[in-house]
C-alpha cells in the first residue's frame, strides 16, 4: 500500500515539475498525463485498500477525461505548431490582460 | 383586465421583433406596428379608466396568483386612484414618443425594430411597476424597467451614449441593492410574524419594530431617491438625458423617474408611515434644496439638454416635497404633478430634441432668431416652456399650486423657498427662448426646418392635454383624491 | 346675467385666430376687433342690468364649475370654484378695458396694416382683453390670478411682438421676470389665505378678515402689495415699464398705460377688507406710492423717447392711483375715479404718439420732432386735449380726479399731500415740455421725412378718446362714482383739509393745485417752447438730468443685486454639479476601476506563471486543510 502511494507521489511530483519548469507543448501536456495517471493509481491503490469499487469507478472517470482531454489538448497543439512553427507555450501570450 | 394592459406592449414588443428588419420600408413597418401596438394599450386603458369606480379609495380589479410560494411572492396587481394617473401618463406618453420617433437618426445603421420594441417592453414593464401590490413583484419589475432603458441610451442614444448608459445602470443598480436588502429584511419581517407574504395587504397588517422601519424605509427610499431624482442623488440625469434620444429622455424622466415619487407614495408611505414621519422634515429640506438647486442648474446651463434635464430635478423637488408634506393638498398635487409634469417635460423633450437634430447641436448658442423660419416650433416650444414655468391656465400650474398652498399650511419657511423657484423657472424658460429663437437669424440657424405635420400630430396632443386640464383638472383630481386620503389616512 | 360671455367673445376671439391658418390673414383683425365690441356691447347690456338693480343688490355671483378640489368646500380642503363677480367695481372695469380695448382694436388695423403678423397681433390683443377681464370679474383670488398671469402672458407676447429685435425680446423677458417677483408675493398671499382662512374667495377672504389676527392681515396686505407693485410697476419693481416701449406702440397704450397696469390699484382696492383692517399695509401702500409718483415724474422730464416721456407718466399716474388706495375709505374711489380718467387721456396719448410715429417713419425721438401742429392737425388736437386732462386743466376730467387724490391725501397728512401737489407740478412740467418738442417751435425733422396725418381709422380712436378725455369729469357729478363703488368699497369718508389748524376749502386746494401746475407749465415753455431745442441730446446735463435719464439707475441696482449674483451662482453651480458633485460619485466607481487594472498585470500570458498560481492554490488549500485536520 505504501509503496503504491509513494510511486503515486513520486509520478505526481514528477509530473508537476515538468509542467512548472519546460516549455515544450507536448512535454508540458505528457507531464499533465502523468499527473493524472498519479492519481489514478493512487484512486485504484485505497479501492484495493478499502476492498470496494468507487476508486476503481473514478479512475475511470479519470481515463475518460484525459482522453477527452487528450483529443483536444493535441488538436490545440497542432494548430498552435502549424500558425507559428513553434510549440513554446511562453510563446503563446496573446490572451495576457 | 390589468395584466391584459401590460401583456399588450410586452407581447407586442416580440411581435415588432419578429418582423423583417433590414431597409428603411421594412423598418417602417416595424415603427407603424409598435404605434398600432401601444395604440392598443392606450384604448384597453381607457377602458380600464372608464370601468374605475372614482369614488373608493382602495384597489380595484385586483388580480392574485401565488408565484413562488416558499417566499410568499405574489403576482398581485390592483389599480387605485394614483396607480390609474400614472397608468394613464404611461399610455398616453407612448403612442406620442412612438410617433415623435418615427424619423431619429440611430447611430451605426442599427435597427429600428429593436428600439421601438425595447420601448413597448419599458411601457409594459412600466404599467407593472405602477400596478404591483406585491412588494416583490414591484422590485422584480423595477429592476427590469433598467434594462430596456439601458440599451436604449447605450445602444440608440449620441455622443457618450455608453458611458452615460453605464451612468445611468450604476447610480440605478446602487439604489436597486438597497432596495433589495430591503425586500429580503422585508421576507424576514414577514416571516417572523407568521407567513411570508410579499403583499401589500398583508405587509401593512405587521407591525414593525421602530427601528426596523426605519431600516426597511431607508433601503426603499435609496432607490427612490435615485429613480427620482433627489439632490445630491440626481447627478446621473442630465448625464443620461444629454446622450439619450429625445423619445428615450421623455420615457425616462416623464415615466420612470415617476417610479420614484409614485413608489415613495405606495411603498414609503404606505407601508411605513411611521418612518415616513419621522424622514419628512429632512426629505422636505432636501427637496426644496433639489427646486432650488435643479433651477439654478438649469439657468447656468449651456446646453439644451442638460437644461431641461435640470429643470426636470427643479420639478421632481415639488413633487416630493408635496408627499411628504402630509396634506390633502400638497400629496394629491404631488400625483398631478406626476401626470402633469410628465407632460410638459415631454412636450419640452420632444421639441427641443427635433430643434437639435436639425440643427445638429446642443448648445443653446448653436441658435438664434429661430423662430422666423420656424414659428411653429417657436411657439409649442414657448407652450411646453411656459408650462414648464408653471403658467395659470396650464395643467402644471395647478398642481404647483395645490403643493406650494398645502405645503405653506405645514411648513411657512420651506413653501417659501420653494415659491422663490417660480421667478428662477420664468428665467430658465424665457433665457432659453430668447437665446434659441429671438433675435436676428443667425447664419448657422438657418439649416432648422420647421415642424413636419407628423411632428405636429405628435406634438398637439400634449398641448391639448395640458391646456385642457389646465383649466378643467378636476377629473383628474376626482381620481386622485380618495385614494390620496386613504393613504394619508394611515399616517400617524 | 350671463357674466362668462364677456370673457368668452375675446377668448374665442384669440384661439380662433391663433389656430386658424394663414387664410385668415386677410380678415383676421376684423374677427378680433369684432369679439372685443362684442363684449363691450355685452357690458353695457350687463351695466344698464346692473343699474337698474338696488343699490345694494349690485353684486351678482356666478359659478361657473369646480376648478380645482381636493375635497368638498368648507371642509378645509383646497377648493377654488371658477367663478365671477359681476359688482360695480367689476362694471367699470369691463367697460374701460372692452371700450378702451375695442378703440385700440380699430386703432391697430391702421397701425399694424403693414406687419405681416398683424393677425397674430390681433389674438394676442383678444387673450390680453379675456385675461384683462378674467382679473376684475374673478370671485377667487385664485381666479383673479389666473387672469393675472394671463395679461402678464399676453404683455410678454406683445412687447416681444417683433421678437427679431434683440431688444424687443430681452425688454418681454424682463417684464415677464420682475413681474413674476411680484407674483411671488401674490401667491405667498392666497396661500397664506387658505392657510389662515382655509379658502380664497375674495369675498369670504374679506369676511374672515374680522377674525384674524392683526399680523396675519398685515403680512396679507404687504404681499399683495409686492404683487401690485410688480404689475403696476411700481418701485421697486418698476424697472421694466420703461423697456416694456419696445412693444408696438397700440400695446403700449392698451397695456401698459390704460389697463394691465393699473391691475395693482385693483388688487388693493378689491381687497379692501385687507388693507381696512391694516394700518401698516396702508401706509405702505401709500410710501410706495408717493415714491413712484415723485420717480416716475422724475424719469418723465428728462426722457427724450415720446414713449418713455409717456411710461414715466405712467408710472407717476399709477403712483397717484396707489397713494390714494393707500389711504382707505378715503381714497379708494378716487383711486378708481383717476384710474378711469387715466384711461382713456393716457390711451389717447399714447395713441396719438403712435400716429406722430407713424408720421416720422418709427422715429421716437422728440429731438427730431417740431412743429407738427401743422402736419398732424387731428393728432395734435387729440393730444392737446389729453395734455391739458392729465395735467388737470379746469374743466378736463384729469382735473377733477386728480383734485379729490391731493385733497384726500392733504387731509391725510400735509407732508404727503404738498408732495402730491409738487408731483403735479412735475407733470405739467413734463407733459408742456413733451407737447413744446413735438408740435411746437421749428421743425427738426429731417428733408427725406415726409410727415403726414394718420388714415381715419386711426384717427377716429384718437377723437373719441379725446372726447372722453375731456368729459370724463362728470363720473364725478353728484359723487356719481363714490356712490356707485360705496357697496364694494364702503362709504367714501371725506376729511376736511386742516394745515396749521386751518380749514382748507376744497376750492382753496384747487386753486394752488392749479397755481402750482400753472407754474410747472410755465417753467417748461420757458425751458422748450420758446427757446430752440437742440436737435440731439446734450450731453453736458447736470446730475440731476443724467439720474433720471437713466431711469434713476434702477437697472444698474438690479443688475448689482439679482441679476448677476443670480448668474454667477447659476452658471458656478451648473459647472459644479457637472464637474464636482458628478465627479465626486463617479470618481469613487473609478478607484474600483484603477483597482482593476492593477490586478490585470497578473494575467502575463506565461502558462507556467499561471500552473504556478494553481499549484500555489493547491497548496495553500492543502495547508489550510491539514491546519483544520490537525486541530
Known sequence: ???????????????????????????????????????????????????????????????????????????????????????SVDEVRQVRG | MI????????????????????????????????????????????????????????????????????????????????????????????????????????????????????????????????????AFLFYVAFEATLVPIYFLIGSYGGKGRQKAALTFLLYNLLGGLLMLAAVVGLYVVSADAGEASYRLADLSQIAFGENTEKLLFLGFMAAFAVKAPLWPFHTWLPEAAASATPATSVLMVSVIDKVGTFGMIRWGLELFPG????????????????????????????DIRRLVAYTSVSHFGFIILGIFAFTQTSTSGSVLYMFNHGLSTAALFLVTGIMISRRGSAEISAFGGVQKIAPVMSGILLIAGLSSLSLPGLAPFVSEFLVLAGTFTVN????????????????????????????????????????????????????????????????????????????????? | MIIWLLVAFPALGAALLLTWGKESDRFGHLIATAASAASFVWGLVLF???????????????????????????????????????????????????????????????????????????????????AMLVLVLAGDYLVLFLGWEGVGLASYLLIGFWQHKPSAAAAAKKAFVVNRVGDIGMALAIMLMFKEFGT??????????????????????????????????????????????????PVSALIHAATMVTAGVYLVVRSNAIFDASETARTAVVIVGLVTLIAGAIIGCAKDDIKKALA??????????????????????????????????????????????????????????????????????????????????????????????????????VWI?????????????????????????????????????????????????????????????????????????????????????????????????????????????????????????????SILTRFARNDLYGDTVNEWVAVRPTMGLARGLARFDQHGLHRAITGFVELIGEGATAMRSWQNGFVRSYALGVFLGALALTLALLVVIWR
Open chain 3, 417 to 541: 399731500g404738498l408732495a402730491t401737489v409738487l408731483g403735479a407740478g412735475i407733470t405739467a412740467f413734463y407733459m408742456t415740455r413733451l407737447m413744446a418738442m413735438t408740435f411746437a417751435g421749428q421743425k427738426r425733422w429731417k428733408d427725406e421725412v415726409h410727415p403726414h396725418e394718420s388714415p381715419r381709422v386711426m384717427t377716429v380712436p384718437l377723437m373719441v378718446l379725446a372726447a372722453a378725455s375731456v368729459l370724463g369729469g362728470i363720473l364725478l357729478l353728484g359723487d356719481w362714482i363714490t356712490d356707485w363703488l360705496e357697496p364694494v368699497v364702503g362709504h367714501t369718508e371725506h376729511h376736511e383739509v386742516v394745515i396749521g389748524g386751518v380749514e382748507l376749502a376744497p376750492i382753496a386746494v384747487s386753486a394752488l393745485v392749479t397755481l402750482v401746475v400753472a407754474a410747472g407749465v410755465a417753467i417748461a415753455w420757458a425751458t422748450y417752447g420758446r427757446r430752440e431745442v437742440e436737435g440731439e441730446t446734450p450731453e453736458k446735463v
Open chain 2, 3 to 134: 395584466s391584459l394592459l401590460a401583456a399588450v406592449p410586452i407581447v407586442g414588443a416580440l411581435l415588432v421583433t419578429l418582423l423583417p428588419r433590414g431597409n428603411r420600408s421594412q423598418q417602417l413597418v416595424a415603427r407603424h406596428a409598435a404605434l398600432g401596438v401601444s395604440l392598443v394599450a392606450l384604448a384597453v386603458a381607457l377602458v380600464a379608466a372608464a370601468r374605475f369606480d372614482v369614488d373608493a379609495g382602495g384597489y380595484q380589479m385586483v388580480e392574485e396568483h401565488s408565484w413562488i410560494e416558499p417566499l410568499g411572492a405574489w403576482y398581485s396587481v390592483g389599480l387605485n386612484g394614483i396607480g390609474l394617473t400614472l397608468v394613464l401618463l404611461t399610455v398616453i406618453l407612448t403612442p406620442v414618443v412612438l410617433l415623435a420617433a418615427y424619423r431619429d437618426e440611430l447611430p451605426g445603421n442599427r435597427s429600428a425594430n429593436s428600439y421601438v420594441a425595447w420601448m413597448l417592453v419599458l411601457e409594459g414593464l412600466a404599467i407593472l411597476v405602477f400596478t404591483a401590490t406585491d
Open chain 3, 48 to 130: 344698464v342690468q346692473l343699474l337698474g338693480r338696488d343699490h345694494d343688490d349690485r353684486t351678482v355671483t356666478e359659478s361657473l364649475f369646480t376648478w380645482i378640489s381636493t375635497g368638498p368646500q368648507g371642509s378645509g380642503a383646497f377648493h377654488v370654484e371658477m367663478s365671477f363677480v359681476y359688482d360695480p367695481l367689476a362694471a367699470l372695469f369691463v367697460l374701460l378695458i372692452t371700450g378702451v380695448g375695442t378703440l385700440i382694436h380699430v386703432y391697430s388695423i391702421g397701425y399694424m396694416e403693414h406687419d405681416d403678423r398683424r393677425r397674430r397681433f390681433f389674438a394676442f390683443l383678444n387673450l390680453f382683453v379675456a
Open chain 2, 275 to 302: 418612518a415616513a414621519d419621522w424622514a419628512s422634515p429632512t426629505i422636505m429640506a432636501l427637496a426644496v434644496v433639489s427646486i432650488v438647486y435643479g433651477a439654478l442648474a438649469a439657468i447656468g446651463s449651456t
Open chain 1, 1 to 87: 500500500m505504501n509503496d503504491l502511494l509513494s510511486l503515486s507521489m513520486i509520478l505526481f511530483t514528477i509530473g508537476a515539475v515538468g509542467v512548472l519548469v519546460r516549455r515544450n507543448a507536448l512535454i508540458v501536456f505528457m507531464c499533465v498525463e502523468l499527473m493524472l495517471n498519479a492519481t489514478n493509481l493512487a484512486f485504484v491503490a485505497f479501492a484495493r485498500e478499502h476492498g470496494n469499487l468507487d476508486g476503481q469507478l473514478a479512475a475511470f472517470f479519470v481515463m475518460v477525461v484525459a482522453a477527452a482531454e487528450v483529443v483536444v489538448g493535441l488538436a490545440i497543439i497542432i494548430a498552435i505548431h502549424r500558425s507559428r512553427g513553434s510549440i
Open chain 3, 200 to 249: 380664497t374667495e375674495i369675498a369670504a377672504v374679506g369676511d374672515s378678515v374680522a377674525g384674524a389676527t392683526a399680523n396675519t392681515i398685515t403680512a396679507l396686505g404687504l404681499l399683495l402689495l409686492l404683487g401690485a407693485c410688480g404689475k403696476s410697476a411700481q418701485v421697486p419693481l418698476q424697472s421694466w415699464l420703461l423697456d416694456a416701449m419696445e412693444g408696438p406702440t
Open chain 3, 312 to 413: 414715466g407718466s405712467t408710472m407717476s399716474q399709477i403712483g397717484y392711483m396707489m397713494l390714494a388706495a393707500g389711504l382707505g375709505p378715503a381714497g379708494y374711489a378716487f383711486a378708481i375715479f383717476h384710474l378711469v380718467t387715466h384711461g382713456f387721456f393716457k390711451a389717447n396719448m399714447f395713441l396719438g404718439a403712435g400716429s406722430v410715429m407713424h408720421a416720422m417713419d418709427d422715429d421716437v425721438n422728440m429731438r427730431h420732432y417740431g412743429a407738427l401742429r401743422t402736419a398732424l392737425p387731428v393728432t395734435f388736437a387729440t393730444f392737446g386735449l389729453g395734455y391739458l386732462a392729465i395735467i388737470g386743466f379746469p374743466g378736463f376730467s384729469g382735473f377733477f380726479s386728480k383734485d379729490k387724490i391731493i385733497e384726500a391725501a392733504l387731509a391725510h397728512n
Open chain 2, 412 to 492: 411657512v419657511p420651506l413653501a417659501v423657498i420653494a415659491t422663490l423657484g417660480i421667478v428662477l423657472a420664468a428665467v430658465y424658460v424665457l433665457v432659453l427662448y430668447q437665446r434659441t429663437m429671438t433675435g436676428p437669424l443667425t447664419e448657422q440657424a438657418k439649416v432648422v426646418t420647421d415642424l413636419t405635420a407628423r411632428e405636429v400630430a405628435a406634438l398637439t396632443p400634449l398641448v391639448v392635454v395640458i391646456i385642457g386640464l389646465g383649466l378643467f383638472p378636476q377629473p383628474m383630481l376626482d381620481l386622485v383624491n380618495p385614494a390620496v386620503a386613504l393613504v394619508l389616512g394611515g399616517l400617524p
